[in-house]
């Protein structure tokens, strides 16, 4: 029977339960990441996932003491479908930072929810100029196309390179080191003879390569997407436009460490200017790329790996820096500790810039050679501490 006392000590074990579930809720901080793991860019949605989840297993899932909670969600790089993986993450899971976007329009499509709902977005893959100035809450872990387009464009001209035609794919990226690289290059003395926007879904470069060997430039310098490079690397030696006497040259985008070992000879000798290459050679990224991996069946880690894994350090500092006691961090709290973080990456230091919460970092030069067999981009060159020449604040 229910005796008076019996029901006061099953209400106070029920409300014991209550309060200690509830807590078990307050004590989870979520981590929210939309990613393409489906569809054309999925290659950045496989690098940034085994990332994220090296850096949890290196660096455990309790921070000043919250337990650390990862969702992936698959956009497919659709815009709609980031927005809606949005709002349901803050909505319903109620994510403390969401992080991830593997293109530029998905980035931009979820900006909006990371402001209304006071939610830090941490942006470990796209690359335009402009994203950061969609939502204050904002930060950038992996770069930007100005950043690495001018670098090539400062090195062209001094190593017998004047006249280009540009190829982009055409869309924010693209568009954006379309013109950064023009611009430097004619302030150097070159000239752009031809800029050519080739589609970002499904995109064929024959009628594209065609032309530029036509044009007979000194060089073709190119952008397209992580993913996207080997189908112009092919294209590009299958019409001995190499042997014509037009150099390939790009944002390292093009010689992605995730695809550069399959693309084979033909690729020796490329330039490129980017911010990782999986040769690095610091202590670092020595140990990062073994780490890597050894728990990745051997896959070479790539830039969108390190945007990822560098990510992750951006939040766990954040909350390590901003939780009080038994209380969860604000978004505003999180963002502030965000902003100013300063560490050594496997690329090099790298510092997130308060003002504009972009990312300042080292950008390399670097030519594609063999290492014990293998392909690598060998960086041969540094500028070093390159802010976002898009920012004009
Ligand atoms: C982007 O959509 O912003 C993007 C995607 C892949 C890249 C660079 C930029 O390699």
């Known amino acids: 029977m229910l005796t008076p006392k019996r029901l006061f000590l099953a209400t106070a074990v029920a409300l014991t339960l209550t309060a200690n579930w509830a807590q078990a809720q ?29 850096y949890m297993a290196q660096n455990g899932d309790t921070v000043a003491g919250k337990k650390i909670q990862l969702i992936i969600k698959d956009d497919a790089a659709t815009p709609d479908q980031s927005k809606r993986l949005a ?7 109620k994510v403390n930072v969401l992080g991830g976007f593997g293109v530029t329009p998905a980035a931009l499509a979820a900006a909006p929810i990371a402001t209304q709902s006071k939610t ?73 003879v031809e800029s050519l926007r080739v589609p970002l879904r499904g995109p064929d470069f024959a009628p594209f390569l065609q032309k530029v060997r036509d044009i007979k430039p000194d ?46 000879d033909g690729a020796l000798g490329v330039v490129t200017s980017h911010h990782y290459s999986a040769s690095h050679p610091s202590a670092m990224n020595k140990k990062f790329v073994e780490a890597f991996q050894k728990a990745n069946k051997g896959m070479r880690p790539n830039f969108m790996a390190v945007g990822g894994y ?38 090099g230091q790298i510092f997130i810039d308060a003002q504009t919460r972009d990312i300042v970092q080292n950008v390399y030069l670097r030519k594609v050679e063999k290492k014990d067999g293998q392909l690598y981009n060998v960086e041969f060159d540094v500028i070093k501490d390159v802010k976002d020449p898009g920012k004009t604040r």
Do not use: C
Not at 237 to 245: C, I, N, P, Y
């Open 26 to 54: 307050d004590n989870t901080f979520k981590i929210g990441l939309i990613l393409p793991m489906t569809g054309q860019q999925a290659s950045t949605g496989r690098q940034i996932e085994a990332a994220v989840r090296l």
């Open 87 to 93: 709002q349901d993450l803050v909505v319903n899971e």
């Open 120 to 192: 830090p977005l941490v942006v470990m893959a796209a690359a335009t100029s402009s994203i950061t100035d969609a939502s204050p809450y904002i930060v950038r872990t992996s770069f930007t196309l100005p950043q690495v387009s001018v670098s090539l464009a400062d090195w062209a001209p001094k190593n017998g390179i004047k006249k280009v035609v540009t190829l982009v794919s055409d869309y924010g990226p693209g568009i954006d080191a379309e013109k950064f690289f023009n611009q430097r290059l004619t302030f150097n003395g070159g000239q752009v």
């Open 219 to 264: 060089a073709l310098f190119v952008f397209v997407p992580s993913g996207a490079g080997a189908a112009v690397m092919k294209q590009f030696l299958e019409r001995g436009m190499d042997k014509a006497g037009i150099r390939l040259i790009g944002t390292g985008d093009v010689t992605d460490d995730d695809q550069l070992n399959d693309m084979g």
């Open 310 to 347: 560098d990510g992750m350090r951006v939040i766990y500092e954040a909350l390590r820096a901003s939780a009080k006691g038994a209380a969860m961090p604000t978004g505003d709290a999180l963002l502030a500790s965000m902003k100013g973080q300063i560490f050594e990456s496997p690329r």
